[in-house]
């Protein structure tokens, strides 16, 4: 029996195997998974690994034909990397033991409540009225002021509101109807700028 060309990748949790067999008819090839073993069979070709390096999962790994190679894909039972397909290293999962509780246990420290440190210092946190400063509260304060403008003016006032804000690109507000309802109202910017339009 010819044994076929092979190599292998890992991560930590599987290992893939490239076998090169040109041809594979995927109804002659059989493959083997055993914890420790694995065995490959096509035809007078064969490719038997044993003992691998750690144990598998046989009924997760699994293996595809193609043209120019088979790849077989073994899940590992203990994460790690072997560095090699076969050894005689100790099997991770046979010798594993469940580490002794220490003898005497060290007292703990306390956890800090973060959430608790938080809402007292919110809640510590006193806001500024405009009253008191006149730059309290940066753009909300203005935005509130507009909304409540908007909301208690009458059905003249939000439509001048509205008509110049639009028409001035947002450099003009007014509330008088009579006037903005004559004529286009007109982009003012602010003093040391220049208006551009761009195109859309």
């Not at 595809?64 to 999962?93: C, I, M, N, Q, Y």
């Not at 509260?137 to 509205?162: C, I, P, S, W």
């Amino acid at each position: 029996m010819a044994t076929l060309r092979h190599e292998f990748y890992e991560t930590e949790d599987k290992l893939t195997l490239s076998i090169f067999d040109k041809g594979a008819d995927p109804e002659q090839v059989q493959i083997a998974f055993e914890p420790r073993k694995f065995t490959y069979t096509n035809g007078e070709k064969s490719l038997a690994l044993e003992p691998l390096k750690g144990q598998i999962d046989p009924t997760k790994s699994d293996y595809t034909v193609g043209k120019v190679k088979v790849e077989v894909r073994f899940v590992k039972l203990a994460h790690g990397r072997w560095g090699a397909l076969v050894g005689d290293s100790p099997d991770p999962l046979a010798s594993f033991a469940a580490p002794a509780a220490p003898a005497t246990s060290a007292p703990r420290k306390p956890h800090k409540n973060w959430d608790g440190i938080t809402s007292e210092i919110l809640a510590s946190d006193k806001g500024v009225s405009p009253d008191q400063d006149p730059n309290a509260g940066g753009d909300a304060a203005v935005n509130d002021f507009f909304q409540k403008l908007y909301a208690d003016a009458d059905e003249d006032t939000r439509k001048a509101m509205m008509k110049s804000f639009q028409e001035s690109g947002g450099t003009t507000l007014s509330t008088n109807w009579d006037e903005v309802s004559k004529a286009k109202v007109e982009v003012k910017p602010p003093e040391g700028s220049e208006w551009k339009k761009w195109a859309a």
